[in-house]
């Protein structure tokens, strides 16, 4: 017979029945310690929901007068059972026994939460002896707000062809189970659960399906996460650290993830959207372990060439790509819209076409260029060595660098349709670079604070970079104006103009309407690096071929009024007219007015 402490029950039960309204939704932000948001396809988005666990530890064991029940299991099944009702205060029949083992002098037992026999899927417990006490206790039990009947109204098998569509995967034959299923609003569902498959794209995924609506409610994705050891984007060079990131692909911009193309699928730094290689297109990285694990450790105090950067640097490469790839999708560089990918589904525009990265590329140094050909050819970018160091340094180390490249490609294609021939003349390549320089500048935000901007810094050790002037909202810190680019003929000079000029349109935006966080996923918000970002992707869509500065800050004005009904038609003006671009700019004559009524 077990015994409990009511005292210690009822406190157990505050904290493990309260979890549910806890775990909701804050903000609008999905709580991370409860829910995770899987995007399935671009038509499918399911919110996944793990009621709260409270855990605790017991030192050397529960003593005996807490609970009389922590002395020696004989028989695990009905010990942890016991346990978990007298801990949690539950009647019979709530608690089934699933399965458990005993490794020398300890035990450990894992039950579920259980009604009308029907166990649960994500309302369990887990419980651990040493030398008999129990040391610790672990639950996600809940006190659902409603619980469906247990007896179901339709069957399993006549969902699995919708389960099959929506998860664009096959039934693997394992059996269906009914379970019970504890969903975010506080009630549990009666599921069956449906495992499909699909080989080609490695996807295996349990799928949880309501067995009296039909309705798809929950998934398990079993396959591993991708991880990446790499310098995350929003920091510039190695200096700052590289980190492991797992699952940085955005599903809804790369639906099969970042390494698989149509039917084929890699496990190294090749995919749909860039395959990062040394030498030859077969000189990727592989994974360092099973389950797309690319965790290889930079040492900036080796050569870039010795084999663990060399790796290190690939993988970084496929991982800047892949994420402007997919933030750039998000803000409008898709299929029809000509970007770079080996299969684009059904989308529009060509395939075949992704980004060829070549790292350590020997045709230079100190140096990175990418050319962009017509839709439908592979755009190809090669980073060099950089040699102002005695310790020489990598480009594709430096994230500014990768992502100034990547751009290129973007505005090459999105300007005059995808013929990658719309940015020839001197001006317009100056801008080129200067768009570049601009997302660069972008990706590496991290709060509303404008500060100036440099690049290239970590390759030339030099803490001015590589432009004559940093990006500044002050004209004493860079004083280029429109009128500058008379004296000027090299594009990098023209570009710093024209991104100096878009520091401030984004100091002004951002100044405006704020900062977000989770900008390069969700271009829905209203803060200004979104606006900004809106602007700039839509505006080279609607600029002539061989725009000038004029008719780029024209399509940025009519970008406004497209998508934000011209709600910043002052802001964008005055912000232009500040650097010269005012309305009666001309032939590198600057003009500092704003129309009228701004
Ligand atoms: C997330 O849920 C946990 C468990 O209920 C709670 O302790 C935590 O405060 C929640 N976090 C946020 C940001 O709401
Ligand atoms: C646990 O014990 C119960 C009651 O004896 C039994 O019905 C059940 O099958 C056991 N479960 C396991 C997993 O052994
Ligand atoms: C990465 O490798 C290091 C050893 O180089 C290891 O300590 C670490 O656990 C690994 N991380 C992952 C996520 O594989
Ligand atoms: C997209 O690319 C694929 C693969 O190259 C090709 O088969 C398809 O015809 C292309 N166009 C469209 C509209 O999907
Ligand atoms: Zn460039």
Not at 189 to 211: G, M, R
Not at 342 to 360: E, L, T
Request: proline share 3%; glycine share 8%; with cysteine.
């Amino acid at each position: 017979m077990v015994l409990s402490s009511k005292l210690l029950s009822s406190v157990l039960l505050a904290v493990t029945y309260a979890s549910l309204s806890a775990a909701f939704v804050a903000n609008g932000v999905p709580n991370h310690s409860t829910h995770r948001t899987r995007h399935i396809s671009r038509e499918l988005k399911l919110e996944t929901f793990h009621p709260a666990t409270t855990y605790e530890t017991f030192g050397h064991g529960l003593a005996s007068d807490v609970s009389l029940d922590s002395r020696a299991p004989k028989d695990l099944n009905s010990t942890a059972i016991a346990f978990v009702k007298s801990r949690l205060g539950l009647e019979d029949g709530k608690v089934a026994y699933r399965s458990g083992f005993t490794d020398n002098n300890q035990k450990f037992a894992y039950v579920r939460q259980n009604h009308n026999g029907i166990p649960f899927i994500n309302a369990v417990a887990n419980i651990a002896w040493k030398d008999d006490k129990v040391v610790s206790f672990g639950s996600s039990f809940v006190k659902p707000t409603t619980i469906a009947s247990s007896k179901a109204t339709v069957s399993a098998s006549s969902l699995i062809s919708k389960v099959e569509e929506a998860f664009d995967a096959t039934y693997n034959g394992w059996p269906t189970t009914t379970q019970y299923l504890v969903k975010a609003d506080g009630s549990a569902a009666l599921v069956h659960t449906i495992q499909v498959q699909n080989e080609a794209v490695n996807s295996w995924f349990e799928v949880y399906v309501d067995a009296h609506s039909g309705e798809i409610v929950s998934v398990t994705d079993f396959v591993a996460e991708a991880t990446y050891k790499v310098l995350p984007i929003t920091k510039r060079a190695p200096t700052e650290g590289l980190q492991v990131l797992v699952d940085p692909q955005d599903t809804v911009a790369s639906p099969a993830g970042w390494h698989t193309a149509g039917t084929t699928s890699y496990t190294t730094t090749q995919g749909n959207n860039v395959i990062a290689y040394k030498t030859s297109l077969t000189g990727t990285t592989a994974q360092s372990a099973t389950g797309l694990v690319f965790n290889y450790t930079y040492d900036d105090t080796l050569a870039p060439t010795v084999t663990a950067n060399l790796n290190a640097a690939r993988v970084n490469a496929f991982y800047l790509i892949n994420t402007v790839h997919d933030l750039a999708y998000r803000y409008g560089f898709t299929e029809a819209s000509y970007n770079f990918q080996v299969d684009n589904g059904s989308n529009g525009g060509k395939g075949a076409d992704p980004v060829r990265i070549s790292v350590q590329d020997s045709g230079g140094t100190n140096n990175a260029n990418f050319a962009t050909p017509a839709d439908g050819q592979p755009g190809t970018c090669r980073m060099y060595v950089w040699t102002y160091t005695s310790v020489r340094r990598d480009g594709a180390l430096e994230n500014d660098i990768v992502v100034h490249e990547m751009t290129h490609g973007i505005t090459n294609r999105l300007t005059g349709g995808g013929t990658g021939s719309c940015l020839q003349t001197t001006e317009a390549g100056g801008m080129g670079e200067g768009w570049s320089d601009a997302l660069a500048e972008w990706t590496e935000q991290k709060s509303a604070t404008i500060t100036d901007y440099v690049l290239g810094d970590y390759v030339t050790d030099d803490a001015a970079g590589i432009r004559n002037y940093p990006y500044s909202t002050s004209t004493t810190t860079n004083p280029l104006k429109y009128s500058s680019v008379k004296t000027l003929t090299e594009v990098h000079n023209i570009g710093e103009v024209w991104a100096n000029i878009l520091h401030n349109v984004y100091a002004a935006l951002v100044g405006k309407y704020g900062f977000s966080a989770t900008a390069k996923t969700n271009p829905d918000g209203t803060e200004g690096n979104i606006v900004y970002l809106h602007l700039f992707i839509d505006a080279l869509k609607l600029q002539p071929c061989n725009p000038t500065m004029v008719t780029a800050r024209d399509a940025w004005i009519q970008a406004d009024v497209n998508r934000y009904a011209g709600a910043n038609k002052c802001l964008l003006w005055k912000a232009f007219a500040s650097r010269g671009l005012g309305t009666a700019a001309a032939s590198y004559v600057d003009s500092a007015l704003v129309p009228s009524g701004c």
